[in-house]
């Protein structure tokens, strides 16, 4: 079983930045790949990216290309969502978790965490 707390959201203009975390207890983090999902009112849990299980591989959604960055630090068993240039249409509830594969789909992930709420005012 892995346990996981999201941190690090909050109330932003467009143009800043933000970094989330994801600290996780219970078994080691270093077996998971982990990913970053957001969902937004009212629309589906989108992909953000993911992370390889040793730290290896990063994909994104193309949404999120060249503005997030996704890193881990298995000795802290904490995963990071750097947020740049944020724009209002990253408004949403930002989710971690951990799954087997580093893949883009939800129900590819056996951990979730409760969420960190983002918004970016215009």
């Known amino acids: 079983q892995v346990q996981l707390v999201e941190s690090g959201g909050g109330l932003v203009q467009a143009g800043d930045s933000l970094r989330l975390s994801c600290a996780a207890s219970?078994?080691?983090?270093?077996?998971?790949?982990m990913a970053w999902f957001r969902q937004a009112p009212g629309k589906e849990r989108d992909f953000v990216a993911t992370?390889?299980?040793?730290?290896?591989?990063?994909w994104y959604a193309d949404s999120a290309k060249g503005r997030f960055t996704i890193s881990r630090d298995n000795g802290k068993n904490t995963v990071y969502l750097q947020m740049n240039s944020l724009k209002p249409e990253d408004t949403a509830v930002y989710f971690c978790?951990?799954?087997?594969?580093?893949?883009?789909?939800?129900?590819?992930?056996?951990?979730w965490g409760q969420g960190t709420q983002v918004t970016v005012s215009s």
């Open positions: 219970g078994r080691a983090l270093p077996v998971y790949a």
């Open positions: 978790a951990a799954g087997p594969r580093a893949l883009m789909r939800a129900s590819e992930y056996d951990y």
């Open positions: 992370i390889s299980a040793n730290g290896g591989g990063t």
